[in-house]
T-cell receptor
Framework: DGGITQSPKYLFRKEGQNVTLSCEQN?????MYWYRQDPGQGLRLIYY???????QKGDIAEGYSVSREKKESFPLTVTSAQKNPTAFYLC???????????FGQGTRLTVV | AQSVTQLGSHVSVSEGALVLLRCNYS??????LFWYVQYPNQGLQLLLK??????LVKGINGFEAEFKKSETSFHLTKPSAHRSDAAEYFC????????????FGKGTRLSVIA
C-alpha cells in the first residue's frame, strides 16, 4: 500500500539531546512537509521541501533541522536549541506543493 | 498571506442532529480549500476538497462543504451526526498557484452526544 510512514510512534528523550524523527513516503510525491501540533494551536509548519536537496523554513523552524537527500525521505531533527520540543509531530506529502496533503500517523515526542 | 479561522474550538451535537463546522479563509489569490479529520493520536485524513468547478463539494462519510467566495467561507456540514463522527476537524487553504504549503486552522473538536 502507498502511504507515509513515520517512526517511531512514541519517542522519549532527555532534555539537551538531539533527536531525529523519520518520515518516508512511497507515493512518488515531490513535496514533503513537517508540522507540529499542540493542543488548541492546530498545525504549525516547521519545514517544507518541494524537491530533493532543497527545503524552506516554515513558521516555527527555530530549533529544528531537516534534510532531503532522497525524494522519499524527509527526516526532522529536533535539536537541543528547541525550547519546548514536547509535541505531536506530523509529516505529510503532496504531489506538488499546495495540492492535497497525505499525512503519516505522527510521532509523539516527550522530552523529560 | 493566507489564513484560516475556524469558529468554535469545540462543537457538541446530539446523535442524528445537523453538524455545522465553520471555516473562513483569507487569501489574496484563488484558493484551494480542504477539510481534514483527525482521530486521537492519529494523522489527518482528507474529508473533501475544493479546487475548481462546482462549489458544493461532497466528501467521505456523508460530509459536504460549500465554497462561498463572497463570504470567504467553506463550512462543513453533515445532515445527521453519528457517534463515529466525534473527532477533531481541520480546515486548510492553499494558493491555486501552488506556491505555498497548506495553512491550517486551529481545529474544531466535535462531540456527539447519544
Amino acid at each position: 500500500d502507498g502511504g507515509i510512514t513515520q517512526s517511531p510512534k512514541y519517542l522519549f528523550r532527555k532534555e539537551g539531546q538531539n533527536v531525529t524523527l523519520s518520515c518516508e513516503q512511497n507515493l512518488n510525491h515531490d513535496a514533503m512537509y513537517w508540522y507540529r501540533q499542540d493542543p488548541g494551536q492546530g498545525l504549525r509548519l516547521i519545514y517544507y521541501s518541494q524537491i530533493v536537496n532543497d527545503f524552506q523554513k516554515g513558521d516555527i523552524a527555530e530549533g529544528y533541522s531537516v534534510s532531503r537527500e532522497k525524494k522519499e525521505s524527509f527526516p526532522l531533527t529536533v535539536t537541543s536549541a528547541q525550547k519546548n520540543p514536547t509535541a505531536f509531530y506530523l509529516c505529510a506529502s503532496s504531489r506538488i506543493q499546495g495540492t492535497e496533503a497525505f499525512f503519516g500517523q505522527g510521532t509523539r515526542l516527550t522530552v523529560v | 498571506a493566507q489564513s484560516v479561522t475556524q469558529l468554535g474550538s469545540h462543537v457538541s451535537v446530539s446523535e442524528g442532529a445537523l453538524v455545522l463546522l465553520r471555516c473562513n479563509y483569507s487569501s489574496s489569490v484563488p484558493p484551494y480549500l480542504f477539510w481534514y479529520v483527525q482521530y486521537p493520536n492519529q494523522g489527518l485524513q482528507l474529508l473533501l476538497k475544493y479546487t475548481t468547478g462546482a462549489t458544493l463539494v461532497k466528501g467521505i462519510n456523508g460530509f459536504e462543504a460549500e465554497f462561498k467566495k463572497s463570504e470567504t467561507s467553506f463550512h462543513l456540514t453533515k445532515p445527521s451526526a453519528h457517534r463515529s463522527d466525534a473527532a477533531e476537524y481541520f480546515c486548510a487553504v492553499s494558493e491555486m498557484s501552488g506556491n505555498t504549503p497548506l495553512v491550517f486552522g486551529k481545529g474544531t473538536r466535535l462531540s456527539v452526544i447519544a
